[in-house]
């Protein structure tokens, strides 16, 4: 696999290490840090139409559900339910702006750590609930954990994968995002069963075993050399260094290290920074991309496929297990990303996905409209119901081989070293923000909207692809430090890019680049 991620760029160094079991600790921890991030994202679907839980904390939305043929599209409708899925991603938004200090100013792996710690405590809080309040309070911390979590430990990961093995690496944390995703569906699915208030519970109070693995993770897993070095311990940087390389020449990649940590050091506020024009296409890109990527309404189908399928006329079980099916589809799916993305590029994934989930969302709304029209009443045959959760799969798919991975991937090689962090916490932020706003607004969107939904978000998988095709270099295969030079080569972003960042006119790389 190795070979997939090195860089055919002539010209461009490429360090060939081996793989060491001690960056396969590494990867293990990177990949607890996403379980956790994808276990809060697919238990909450599944509790939230878990009859015990609604009569429990939502007895209003209880008695709606059980008035089940008043209104399909409404009959979810609630804002204190959807605020018990989106309260986590506010609580993340923030703790991700303190986790960039904590990650820098005391290393890597104590943000790890107070990600797995306010993580357990938020599944206790959440386990023995007794009230909304509990419930709540449970969920912003697990969100608080989420944000410690997603802004350490993917820099951990850069940072501790050879060069050779970053792509790969990087594409592991989405892979296991959709792990969790799967692994919490298919304990929703036979929780469940249980009867009473057990169910529940358990589903919400065993986030505490990704938060124990990453608690412990963190403790014995040494920091990266990237943060010793930050932090001025240079001779246990260089130790650390040769130990995960399993080698003792290391000096190239050593001294990339101290002279990106020289370069970094220069810069004062990379905030006021990312603001000059000469980072407006990579502030626009950073900006867009999370933004796009949630629009894309994959989420609906993350938070929401079990109510969905139950609004279809799914019974309870029918509905869990057709939500699992769509997750192991992701799960497979985003494997296709991790194996070609660094042969047929971004641009191809992210045109063809876009397409794909395109065409499926206008079907899957064309299809629910004739069933259910305007007015949210009606009956859907098993065939036709087949058919939707074939169509929500194609377009699960589309997504996980295109926006869902390189939502992640392009807005974080795009950057020049002076503004990555700064472009980095923008990046996570305005994510965490998206979903939040679409997990909140979501069922009161399908309420008001109806089938017209799916029309709603097709509008701007349209929009993105041709955003994407217009205005997206390809980066496959370029090396960071020369990003520059694909922007200056574009039509649009050229005139942004100053001549003395590459060394050539705008005119000039046009043309190199006809
Ligand atoms: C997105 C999440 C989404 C997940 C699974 C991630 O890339 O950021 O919002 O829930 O993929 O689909």
């Known amino acids: 696999m190795a070979g997939g991620f090195v860089s055919q760029t002539p010209g461009v160094r490429n360090f060939n290490y081996k793989l060491t079991p001690k960056v396969f600790v590494t990867c293990f921890i990177g990949a607890f840090g996403g379980l956790i991030f994808g276990y809060d994202l697919g238990i909450s679907g599944g509790v939230t139409q878990m009859e015990p839980f609604l ?29 018990f899925t989106s309260s986590l991603y506010l609580a993340a938004l923030v703790s991700s702006l303190f986790a960039s200090t904590i990650t820098r100013v005391f290393g890597r792996k104590w943000s790890m750590f107070l990600g797995g710690f306010t993580f357990f405590i938020g599944s206790a809080f959440n386990g023995f609930a007794q009230n909304i309040a509990m419930l709540l309070i449970g969920r912003i911390l697990l969100g608080f954990g989420v944000g410690f979590a997603n802004q350490s430990v993917p820099v951990y990961l850069s940072e501790m994968a050879p060069p050779n093995l970053r792509g790969a690496f990087n594409n592991g944390f989405q892979v296991a995002i959709i792990f969790g995703i799967v692994v919490a569906t298919i304990i929703n699915y036979f929780t469940a069963q249980l009867k009473g208030n057990i169910g529940w519970r358990i589903s919400l109070g065993l986030a505490c075993v990704p938060a124990m693995m990453i608690m412990i993770g963190a403790l014995i897993l040494p920091d990266t050399p990237n943060s010793l070095i930050e932090r001025g311990f240079t001779e246990d940087a260089k130790k650390m260094l040769q130990s995960i390389r399993g080698t003792s020449e290391v000096d190239e990649e050593f001294q990339d290290l101290i002279d990106a940590s020289e370069e970094s050091k220069q810069v004062k506020h990379p905030w006021k920074n990312i603001m000059l024009p000469r980072y407006r296409p990579q502030l626009i890109m950073t900006c867009f991309i999370p933004f796009f990527q949630q629009l894309t309404g994959i989420n609906v189908i993350t938070f929401y496929a079990p109510v969905l399928f139950q609004t279809l006329g799914f019974g309870s079980k029918a509905s869990l297990l057709s939500a699992m099916v769509t997750g192991i589809i992701e799960l497979l799916c985003t494997f296709v990303s991790v194996f070609t993305v660094d042969r047929f590029g971004r641009r191809v994934l992210f045109l063809q996905g876009g397409i794909q989930m395109l065409i499926s969302q206008i079907a899957i709304g064309v299809m629910i409209g004739v069933k259910f029209g305007t007015v949210g009443t009606g009956n859907i045959g098993k065939t036709d119901a087949n058919l939707i959760v074939a169509l929500i799969c194609i377009y699960v798919a589309g ?24 472009a980095q916490a923008i990046n996570v932020a305005v994510n965490m923000f998206f979903t939040f706003l679409v997990a909140q607004l979501f069922l009161t969107m399908l309420c008001h909207m109806k089938f017209g939904l799916f029309f709603f978000f097709a509008v701007f998988v349209f929009i993105m692809t041709i955003f994407i095709y217009l205005m997206l270099p390809e980066t496959k295969n370029v090396p960071i430090e020369e990003m520059n030079r694909v922007w200056k080569a574009h039509w649009f972003w050229g005139r942004f890019i100053p001549d003395e960042a590459v060394g050539v006119s705008a005119a000039e790389m046009q043309q190199k680049s006809v």
């Open 399 to 422: 997504f996980a081989w295109s926006w869902g991975p390189l939502g992640w991937l392009v807005p974080s090689e795009i950057s020049p070293l002076e503004i990555r962090s700064a």
């Open 55 to 83: 009569e429990e904390f939502f007895p209003y939305v209880y008695k709606k559900m059980k008035n089940a043929h008043e209104n399909e599209y409404c009959r979810f409708d609630s804002q204190l339910l959807t605020l």
